[in-house]
């Protein structure tokens, strides 16, 4: 996905949001995000510079390789289309903003280093890993077996799987996905989620009833206005994602936590660069900082104790 496009599907995200937008939560300043006339509205993303004052921490940054000491920059792709705290565009529509950018700045910041930030797709991110394209990705990318047989992931929060729907659905709690039978998911293409509902599909028929239908979008606007508009059941998503984008939208509920899964940096497999970004998301919840980036976009329920490379992952 181009830059362009990209961008234009972060927009068309936002603008679905607003034309929904009700019930929405105060900012860390403890203001409600503003209506537009005409009756929308653009939920405020926090802007709050949270990491100005971190310093670079030599003993972390001796940890990297001499060749990028030396040249001091990193190359970072960034999936940007999901809802705060994911990585959002600002209202100029240039900027991007969320707890993966700030997370990642403050890392920068710690090994004395700038980041070549680049957006691209959620699902090319990886791939692109392995090539040599990128130095690093971030996307909210979950710890999964599968991943790790070619990505090495530095971990930093803990998110995972969760399930919204509709105010009038008949669902309470999905704890089995044989709940799901029968019904209409909405996820996004390339993710934990679409796995696993694939994965599990065939459940259904085991135990004698209709396979649910899986409905991937690259868009999150339009997986929305899917459920909005009762062309699906249930979306599956981030836990955090869910959360935000409920108080957003009339009409809409955070059902559950599914399963949760640590999240982390994502690096090509036997990357030299784990070391440091470990000890510096560990400098960061030292001095304070990482508890100032959860503070800012409302995820403290999602800190880990420290950060681990390639921790045990669920599939």
């Known amino acids: 996905m181009t830059y ?59 940890l990297l390789p001499a060749g990028v000491r030396k040249r001091g920059t990193l190359t970072i792709a960034t999936s940007v289309g999901g809802t705060p705290p994911g990585a959002s565009y600002l209202p100029d529509g240039k900027t991007v903003a969320g707890q993966d950018i700030d997370f990642a700045d403050a890392v920068a910041k710690v090994l004395g280093l700038r980041l070549k930030r680049e957006v691209a797709s959620f699902e090319a991110i990886l791939p692109a890993l392995g090539s040599g394209k990128y130095d690093l990705g971030t996307g909210n990318f979950g710890v999964t077996a599968e991943r790790k047989k070619t990505i090495d992931f530095v971990t930093y929060i803990n998110d995972g799987q969760g399930f919204a729907v509709r105010d009038d659905s008949p669902l309470k709690k999905v704890t089995d996905l044989t709940q799901l039978c029968g019904r209409t998911v909405a996820t996004s ?90 000890a510096a998301v560990n400098r960061l919840q030292k001095d304070g900082t990482y508890d100032r980036i959860l503070k800012k976009w409302g995820t403290t329920g999602s800190a880990i104790d420290g950060s681990r490379i390639n921790p045990p992952a669920k599939d």
């Open 189 to 278: 293409a390339g993710t934990t989620f679409e796995a696993t509902l694939e994965q599990n599909r065939s459940r259904c028929t085991k135990a004698g009833k209709k396979p649910y239908e899986v409905k991937t979008y690259a868009e999150q606007g339009a997986l929305w206005i899917s459920l909005q508009q009762g062309r699906s059941d249930v979306v599956m998503s981030t836990i955090n994602g869910l959360r935000y984008s409920v108080r957003q939208q009339k009409g809409l509920r955070f059902l559950n936590e599914y399963q949760r899964l640590d999240v982390g940096f994502a690096f090509k497999k036997g990357s030299p660069l784990t070391p440091a970004f470990r």
């Open 4 to 62: 362009h496009r990209a961008r234009a599907a972060v927009l068309f995200a936002a603008a679905a949001l607003a034309l929904t937008a009700a019930c929405a939560a105060p900012d860390e300043a403890g203001r409600r995000p503003a209506a537009a006339a005409g009756g929308g509205g653009e939920a405020r993303i926090p802007t709050k510079d949270v990491i100005g004052d971190v310093k670079k921490d030599p003993a972390a940054a001796q």
